[in-house]
């Protein structure tokens, strides 16, 4: 498990750059940053929900349990939109 864990950090660590260009000229396209972070995480919620699908789990969250979510748990999603235009901005 450990070499499976090591890999999965490198692959991270080499799709990073990868994700920031792909969506810099996505911005190029759409002419706007937030419109490109926006396909981003489109294509990224398009992707869990396949991945969710795949290993058998289920899409349906009882209300209760998204309505006991701490605030933090739900800034992550915010920090993610904030740090992925960020990149779009910042990487050219």
């Known amino acids: 498990m450990f070499y499976l864990y090591l890999f999965i950090i490198f692959l991270l660590g080499a799709l990073s750059p990868v994700q920031t260009s792909a969506n810099s000229k996505a911005k ?14 489109i294509v990224g919620t398009a992707a869990l929900v396949l991945i969710v699908l795949i290993t058998e789990h289920s899409l349906a969250i009882p209300a209760e349990k998204v309505a006991g979510l701490p605030w933090w748990a739900w800034a992550g999603g915010a920090a993610g939109a904030i740090g992925i235009t960020a990149n779009i901005l910042l990487f050219p």
Request: charge should be negative; proline fraction near 7%; aromatic fraction near 14%.
């Open 28 to 41: 190029e396209y759409l002419n706007s940053p937030i419109v490109s972070s926006l396909c981003s995480f």
